[in-house]
C-alpha cells in the first residue's frame, strides 16, 4: 500500500484530552517583533534566526531577522518571465533563500521554478521544475532543500501518479522523490492541499489532513516514521514545527463553537509517533491565555511561537516542551 493510497484517507475522529498533558516551559527566550504585522498575508515561519513569507499579493517574499529587522523584501524578477506568482519561502541555515514560483512567459506558457538568492536578494540560481509545482519549501542543515507539491500533465490537470515530496541538493540538483501519490479519480483532494512541509536541522516532515497522514523523513532521505493522523472532530490543521530530534507538533483552529471549551486559546498538540494521536501541550506558563499565537516554528527542542496581546509588542517567543 502507497504513502497516499486513498484508502488512508479516514474519517476524523475525536481524540480524548489526556488527564495529564505535555507542558510547554516558561520561555527560554523572548524578542519584541514588532517590524512587521503579520496578520492579512500568508502564513510566515522561522527558521534559524529569520522569519519569513511571501507578501498578501504573492508577487514578493519577504525575510525578517529576529533581532536585526528586515533583510530581503522584494519581487522576483525571472528570466523570459512575464508574470510571476510567489507560492513558497523557505531560509537555510547558512543563510541562503529559496522561493518556489509560477511564471508565465510572453506566450503564455506555464513554467514552474525554484530561485535561490542570497541574504541581499542578489539571485544566484533559477531551476525549472515544471511540471512539478512545489507549494511548501523548507531546509535541513545539510544544505538540501526540501519542497511538496503538484506534477502536471501538459493540459494542466493533475499527473495521474507522481511522487508529491522533492530533495535538491545545495546546488539545485534533483536528489530524490519521495512519497507516491496514487490515482487521484480516486479522491476528491490532493494530499498536499493544505499539507504542512516543516524542517528542523535533521527532519523534513510532511502533515496531511485530506490524507490523514504524517511522514518524518531525515536529511538522508530515509523514511524514519510515518502513520495515520487522528485529527479530533472540528478541527483544522493550520502550522506545525518538528524538533531536531523528530517530535513533531501541531498548531490548530477551531472550526465549532462547541470546542472552545474543550481546547486552550493557543491550540498546540504533539504528534504521537506511536498512535498518530494528537496529544494537546499545556501551554499556560509561556502564552498568556488572553494572547494570539501563532507556532512559526522551532530551534533546537525548542518551538517558537509568534504572540500578540492587546495593549503589548508583539514579541518572539521560544520555549520547550516538557
Known amino acids: 500500500m502507497t504513502y497516499w493510497s486513498p484508502l488512508l484517507v479516514l474519517a476524523v475522529s475525536l481524540v480524548s484530552i489526556p488527564t495529564r498533558a505535555a507542558e510547554l516551559l ?12 503579520l496578520g492579512g498575508q500568508p502564513l510566515p515561519s522561522y527558521q534559524s534566526g529569520y522569519v519569513c513569507s ?25 528570466p523570459d518571465s512575464f ?6 519561502v523557505a531560509v537555510s541555515f547558512d543563510n541562503r533563500i529559496a522561493v ?110 485530506h490524507a490523514s ?26 502550522l506545525g514545527a518538528v524538533t531536531d530530534s523528530g517530535r513533531l507538533f501541531v498548531e490548530g483552529q ?5 470546542l472552545r471549551g474543550s481546547y486552550p486559546p493557543i491550540t498546540v498538540f504533539e504528534v504521537q509517533s506511536d498512535s498518530g494521536d494528537l496529544e494537546p501541550l499545556d501551554t499556560g506558563a509561556a502564552l498568556p491565555a488572553e494572547a494570539f499565537g501563532k507556532l512559526l516554528g522551532s530551534e533546537g527542542e525548542e518551538l517558537v511561537f509568534h504572540v500578540s496581546e492587546r495593549g503589548q509588542d508583539s514579541r518572539l517567543v521560544w520555549a520547550i516542551v516538557h
Open 26 to 37: 516558561i520561555p527560554s527566550r523572548v524578542e519584541a517583533f514588532i517590524q512587521r504585522e
Open 54 to 78: 511571501a507578501n498578501s499579493s504573492m508577487s514578493a517574499f519577504w525575510i525578517d531577522h529576529v533581532t536585526e529587522g528586515p533583510q530581503v523584501e522584494q519581487s522576483i524578477h525571472l
Open 83 to 88: 508574470q510571476h506568482r510567489v507560492d513558497a
Open 100 to 209: 518556489s514560483a509560477g511564471a508565465i512567459d510572453r506566450d503564455g506558457r506555464v513554467s514552474s521554478v525554484l530561485a535561490w538568492f542570497g541574504m541581499d536578494g542578489s539571485l544566484t540560481r533559477v531551476v525549472r521544475t515544471w511540471p512539478f509545482t512545489a507549494a511548501e519549501l523548507g531546509f535541513t542543515a545539510d544544505g538540501s532543500l526540501w519542497a511538496i507539491g503538484v506534477e502536471k500533465l501538459e493540459s494542466l490537470t493533475e499527473k495521474p501518479v507522481h511522487h508529491v515530496m522533492r530533495q535538491y541538493d545545495p546546488g539545485g540538483n534533483l536528489v530524490r522523490s519521495l512519497l507516491p501519490r496514487a490515482d487521484p479519480s480516486r479522491a476528491s483532494r490532493h494530499p498536499i492541499e493544505r499539507a504542512l512541509l516543516l524542517t528542523s536541522r535533521h527532519y523534513a516532515a510532511v502533515v496531511s489532513p
Open 213 to 238: 497522514r504524517w511522514t518524518l523523513v531525515s536529511a538522508q532521505g530515509s523514511i524514519v516514521s510515518e502513520g495515520l493522523l487522528k485529527l479530533p472532530q472540528g478541527f483544522e490543521i493550520v
Open 254 to 258: 477551531r472550526e465549532s463553537t462547541a
